[in-house]
């Protein structure tokens, strides 16, 4: 069974320098340059040292079993495979007409296939967080992969609408793994304090596929079938798959199979159902005010990046008098290219605020800490944007260079969010062992919204507008900054609480427990 999810797993204590004696440990490798130090055995597993006024993680070695140069082909795996499932969800959005012609159907029949492929997306996650840590994270990506493949397949060759449909379905249930195992796996080889860094170059792959995917398809559609952009999409898997098998270790350290093999059948499936049972996520979800809030951001986040992506063909091309696919394919490199810039900044831009508040603490580190780098953007920056795009194009004003800026700074804005969002996932239960589950249940809230939101944009721009549903996006987005804000002041607290009250459910279940076999014992007499 886990460990239970308590306050001192997650708000960290530190132990005077003076009061121990820490025994240097030499390592192959050094991370970020930081010496790591292992304290004596008379220190708890929480106390943390502060070393010439240094903050060190507990469990410090398990980030060393992979050295800099192999931690670099780890993120670089996963941001390939982390551009797949996004790209796809996308790519065939400057097609649609074209699908719906080979078809005989609208577009909107089209587009609603893409808002299931979002919402299977977030039905998944729930999945592959607990399978990775019952059968780690190597097998689930390999299986994910060449299934991800074969489905792409599947969709390319696709001889009528419902196939089309499944095939979409099925590719973006797998599609999913590479999202939240990816992010656990960055989680399982990088302490911290510099695991954002990386997660930015992960994420990126999330947010530049879902940009850059109309352009390529775009590009395809003006000149080939549509069928070819699910080819493209099939040798993206293949390789995938390809670079999993070859350069992707087993990252997870705390396997559980070991403990199952001297386990009975029955026992093996309860012990198993419990762990992999996709509703603890949700439980997990909204029993937290501070996970509940966290994947609500995110889910807001998502919610605007594909409610302003996927109606561009239908919005910008009659707003410019453009006439081809490739023409408003471009329009989705601006948002792009600024998924790409903030790659560079937004990770470091976390990983730096966490540790100028260990500072600040005095050597502690505070999950929520991390959150207070994306409050401006989140809730302010990313707003303005939407509401300078919707209305600029609802009125008819600015010309193209207004709308392709509002989507650049959006989308650097973006990459300062997600990374703080992800790390604070991965770090607020690490010591319980449920990070997996943390991140699955952000990506079920991310993907849930992500598909209402390309559900129902286009209807939604028909009826009121652009500029209103622009306005509501904004809207969104500020509530959500400001349920982040209130995460930092109260998080550590609502923590506190709730660990308070499992406890005592567990005792009472505990002191319940003798009384209960008591009584089997005299119904089986």
Not at 112 to 130: D, E, I, R, T
Not at 444 to 472: K, N
Not at 475 to 494: E, H, K, M, N, S
Request: with cysteine; charged share 15%; glycine share 8%.
């Amino acid at each position: 069974m886990p460990r239970s999810f308590s306050s001192s797993s997650t708000t960290e204590s530190v132990t005077p320098v003076e009061e121990i004696q820490p025994a240097r440990t030499k390592s192959r490798h050094s991370e970020a340059g930081n010496d790591l130090h292992l304290v004596q055995s008379h220190i708890s597993h929480h106390d943390m040292p502060v070393v010439n006024n240094e903050f060190h993680e507990v469990d410090a070695e398990q980030y060393l079993r992979f050295s800099p140069a192999r931690k670099t082909v780890i993120v670089a795996v996963l941001a390939f495979c982390s551009f797949l499932a996004p790209i796809s969800s996308t790519s065939i959005l400057s097609g649609i007409p074209e699908v719906a012609a080979t078809y005989n159907t609208t577009g909107s029949v089209i587009n609603a296939s893409n808002a299931l492929y979002l919402a299977f997306m977030g039905v998944a996650a729930p999945f592959w967080g607990p399978f990775s840590q019952v059968w780690g994270r190597r097998p689930i990506f390999l299986i994910s992969a060449f299934l991800f493949f074969a489905f792409s397949i599947g969709t390319a060759l696709a001889p009528n609408l419902p196939a089309y449909f499944i095939f979409r379905i099925l590719t973006a249930f797998q599609g999913t793994s590479f999202l939240v195992v990816g992010s656990s796996a960055i989680g399982d080889v990088y302490e911290p304090r510099a695991r954002a860094t990386a997660l930015g170059w992960f994420l990126s792959g999330t947010l530049i596929g879902p940009a850059f995917g109309p352009f390529l398809g775009g590009v395809i559609v003006t000149f080939r079938s549509w069928r070819v952009v699910f080819w493209l999409q099939t040798a993206l898997g293949g390789f995938g798959t390809l670079l999993v098998f070859f350069f992707f270790p087993e990252t997870y350290p705390n396997l559980v199979k070991s403990d199952l093999s001297q386990q009975t059948p029955k026992q093996k499936a309860k012990y198993l159902w419990h762990r992999v049972n996709p509703l603890r996520v949700g439980v997990l979800l909204f029993t937290y005010p501070n996970l509940f809030f966290a994947g609500l951001a995110a889910g807001a986040l998502v919610w605007n990046q594909y409610s302003l992506l996927t109606p561009i063909r239908y919005v910008l091309n009659p707003r410019f008098n453009l006439t081809s696919p490739i023409e408003s394919g471009l329009f989705y490199i601006a948002p792009g290219c600024g998924y790409l810039v903030g790659t560079f900044m937004g990770g470091r831009w976390a990983d730096h605020t966490v540790k100028k508040w260990i500072r600040k603490r005095g050597g502690v580190r505070v999950p929520e800490d991390r959150l207070k780098s994306c409050l401006v953007f989140i809730g302010i920056v990313i707003p303005g944007c939407i509401l300078i795009y919707g209305w600029t194009v609802e009125k008819a004003v600015g010309g193209i260079p207004v709308p392709v800026l509002a989507m650049f700074v959006q989308g650097v804005a973006q990459l300062f969010c997600f990374p703080s969002l992800n790390t604070f996932c991965l770090d607020v239960m690490q010591s319980s062992g449920r990070s997996a589950e943390v991140v699955a249940g952000n990506y079920m809230f991310r993907y849930v919204f992500a598909a209402i939101g390309s559900g129902v944009v286009l209807p939604a721009v028909d009826g009121i507008g652009v500029g209103w549903f622009s306005t509501i996006s904004a809207l969104f987005l500020v509530v959500a900054g400001l349920c982040v804000w209130a995460t930092t002041i109260f998080g550590d607290q609502w923590r506190k609480n709730v660990d308070a009250k499992n406890q005592r459910k567990e005792a009472e279940r505990a002191a319940q427990q003798p009384a209960l076999q008591e009584s089997e014992k005299k119904a089986e007499i």
